[in-house]
């Protein structure tokens, strides 16, 4: 089916390292794709977007890596900080509506 | 602060019974969506409404209906309710009409029904 997915459900890195949050999806259809942070008690926020006819974006202390061929989307996050804790979702665009965001990434950052 | 109002927090209710969740857009935002949280299914889309007619519909069950008003504030009514329908449900707005931007999430309204 058609289907956006997280690899690992969660993630615990050390302050200071860089965290790598995979995502693959299954539609080769998909135009756009987005990462959200959700915090705890709090709703999601965005951090990052990418279409399709891009390879890498990079935001600030953070990139999203695109790969078409294998049908993956990571989130590469510099030296991560405590306040990085968060669960992180990616979402499919397909003609400009929302598919499902999945479970997400819990990342968890230890001193 | 995202901007994006949702009321109640917090609702707990019993099975069968109907409630109304209410969401206000960011200023100047005609675009609002709704999304279901649990568990076991993650963040799931439901509906989207761009001033006041409907745009897309997702994962919404025949139980659940949204309207949005002419001043934008949208409402979720969720009615029959089943223990399965424990979740946070989430608004969000945007501007535009199609989703090819940033998405502003409010806080969430936790639902429980025992």
């Known amino acids: 089916g058609e289907s956006v997915g997280l690899h690992l459900p969660t993630l615990s890195v050390q302050e200071g390292d860089n965290s790598i949050i995979n995502c693959a999806y299954s539609?080769?259809?998909?135009?756009?794709f987005i990462w959200y942070k959700q915090e705890s008690g709090k709703g999601p926020q965005f951090i990052i977007d990418i279409r399709s006819n891009m390879d890498k974006r990079q935001g600030q202390r953070v990139t999203v890596l695109l790969n078409k061929t294998v049908k993956h989307l990571s989130l590469q996050i510099a030296a991560t900080q405590p306040g990085d804790s968060a669960v992180y979702f990616c979402a499919e665009i397909r003609s400009g509506y929302a598919l499902n965001f999945g479970k997400g990434t819990s990342l968890l950052v230890t001193p | 602060d995202s901007g994006v109002t949702q009321t109640p927090k917090h609702l707990i209710t019993a099975t069968g019974q109907r409630v109304t969740l209410r969401c206000s857009p960011r200023s100047g935002d005609l675009s609002v969506y709704w999304y279901q949280q649990s568990l076991d299914q993650g963040l799931q889309f439901l509906i989207q409404?761009?001033?006041?007619?409907?745009?897309a519909k997702g994962n919404i069950l025949e139980r659940f209906s949204a309207q949005q008003f002419p001043d934008l504030h949208s409402e979720l009514n969720l009615s029959s309710l089943e223990l399965g329908d424990s979740a946070l449900y989430f608004c969000?707005?945007?501007?535009?009409?199609?989703?090819?931007?940033?998405?502003?999430f409010g806080e969430g309204s936790r639902l429980t029904v025992l």
């Open positions: 539609n080769s259809a998909s135009d756009y």
């Open positions: 969000a707005s945007s501007v535009v009409a199609s989703l090819t931007g940033e998405l502003f």
């Open positions: 409404y761009y001033n006041g007619e409907e745009r």
